[in-house]
C-alpha cells in the first residue's frame, strides 16, 4: 500500500551500504543499472556492481538464490559496461 519512490530507496540503499549491508550493494547495482528506469546512472552503477559480483561470488555456501543474484548482478554490470564505453 505504499506508493513507490525509487529516488528514496536509492537514498536508503546507500545508507544502508555504509552502514554494512552486501545485499545493498546490489540493489544498488540494478535501480542505478537498469537503462528503463529514472534512476539510470551507469557509472554510479558500474562501482556498485563491481562490489556487490565480488561479495556474492566470494560468498561461502552459496545457494541458488545466491547464484541468481549473482547472475542478476552480471546482467546489470555488462549493461552498463556496454554504455560505458560508447
Not at 561470488?57 to 549493461?79: G, N, Q
Amino acid at each position: 500500500g505504499v506508493k513507490k519512490n525509487k529516488a528514496k530507496s536509492i537514498k536508503h540503499w546507500k545508507q544502508a551500504v555504509s552502514m554494512g549491508s552486501e545485499e545493498s550493494e546490489y540493489h544498488l547495482c540494478y535501480a542505478l543499472g537498469d537503462p528503463a528506469s529514472s534512476t539510470y546512472a551507469p557509472y554510479k552503477a558500474h562501482l556498485h556492481c563491481l562490489k556487490a559480483e565480488k561479495l556474492y561470488d566470494d560468498k561461502k555456501d552459496k545457494d541458488e538464490d545466491d547464484e541468481a543474484i549473482l547472475d542478476t548482478i552480471r546482467k546489470y554490470k555488462s549493461i552498463v559496461e556496454n554504455k560505458i564505453k560508447q
